[in-house]
């Protein structure tokens, strides 16, 4: 074991504890797949990340990401937040776009209007929903089938099924059954009022049952080229998730001229030290 270069970063917020948190393990060399696991595990939180040296030319860095109980090959708020570590920490990219190496492959971030925003990789699997999943959904979330007004595949990595409700207060006052919806990873959005456009919660597997994610990237950027490919979104808009655990999670999605969306979020240091690996 030795001393290791270490952040967590709140993400999706510019005020501390808000947002959705990361750990950021900034040198992960020499470490086996077992020891992330298990240091992730420790760590309580959603997903942690190491940054090792990239095996392809045009990247910057790569990194893996853990959750409790697995490796994703994409997430978002742990790219964002991976980003921000890595050049808070002295990073210098290549180029003008930060390019991260990750399971998915390559990651292009920006660097635009003070935040950091990551480009959405290709929907593994998009479409529909089958009727029987949504069916299940419909009962796992205690609403009528009738409630989810659309659907699709959310598929970027994580296996996120989207559902569409009618309001954001429909979303808030969801109580979900475990048992029903286990074993799923399931997006749920609906139109919002006010300073954001749209209202957003996810929910996963854990290792304890279903967990529910205070801030969610990778459904984030999956929601967005569902919703502004299907017409359901403007182009450009503002989501808020984390509402339900007392958080303020802003997520800023576009898709630019080229049909590329693009999610975006503050983040900021909490914690700056090292960690013994």
Same mark, same amino acid.
């Given at each position: 074991m030795k001393q290791r270069p270490f952040a967590?970063?709140?993400? =999706?917020?510019? $005020?501390?504890?808000?947002?959705?948190?990361?750990?950021?393990? *900034?040198?992960?060399?020499? *470490?086996?797949?077992?020891?992330?696991?298990? =240091? !992730?595990? +420790? !760590?309580?939180l959603s997903e942690a990340t190491f940054v090792l040296p990239p095996t392809q030319a045009q990247a910057d860095y790569a990194v893996?990401?853990?959750?409790?109980?697995?490796?994703?090959? =994409?997430?978002?708020?742990? $790219?964002?937040? $991976?980003?921000?570590? +890595?050049?808070?920490?002295?990073?210098?990219?290549?180029? &003008? &776009?930060?390019?991260?190496?990750?399971?998915?492959?390559?990651?292009?971030?920006?660097?635009?209007?003070?935040?950091?925003? =990551?480009? @959405?990789?290709? *929907?593994?699997?998009?479409?529909?929903?089958?009727?029987?999943d949504v069916q299940q959904i419909a009962r796992g979330l205690g609403v009528a089938r009738s409630d989810i007004l659309h659907h699709a595949w959310c598929d970027n990595g994580p296996l996120w099924r989207g559902v569409m409700l009618a309001s954001a207060e429909q979303v808030l006052a969801l109580k979900p059954d475990v048992l029903l919806l286990q074993g799923l990873d399931i997006g749920v959005v609906a139109p919002a009022s006010g300073e954001t456009q749209f209202e957003v919660r996810a929910f996963f597997p854990g290792n304890n049952g279903l967990c529910e994610d205070p801030v969610t990237g990778s459904l984030n950027a999956a929601l967005g080229q569902w919703l502004i490919g299907a017409g359901l979104a403007p182009v450009r808009y503002v @989501?808020?998730?984390? $509402?339900?655990?007392?958080?303020?999670?802003?997520?800023?999605?576009?898709?630019?001229?080229?049909?590329?969306? +693009?999610?975006?979020g503050d983040s900021v240091t909490c914690v700056q030290g090292t960690v013994l690996l």
């Open positions: 967590q970063v709140d993400v =999706f917020t510019a $005020t501390p504890y808000l947002g959705n948190p990361l750990a950021v393990v *900034l040198d992960g060399t020499g *470490l086996s797949t077992a020891q992330m696991q298990h =240091f !992730t595990n +420790w !760590t309580n893996r990401i853990f959750c409790p109980g697995r490796e994703l090959p =994409f997430a978002g708020h742990p $790219t964002l937040g $991976t980003c921000h570590a +890595w050049l808070a920490a002295g990073g210098v990219p290549k180029a &003008e &776009e930060v390019v991260q190496e990750c399971g998915v492959g390559l990651v292009k971030i920006q660097r635009t209007a003070g935040r950091l925003a =990551f480009a @959405a990789p290709p *929907l593994r699997r998009g479409g529909p929903l089958d009727e029987a @989501a808020s998730q984390g $509402t339900a655990m007392a958080r303020a999670g802003r997520v800023h999605v576009h898709r630019d001229a080229q049909g590329q969306v +693009w999610v975006a």
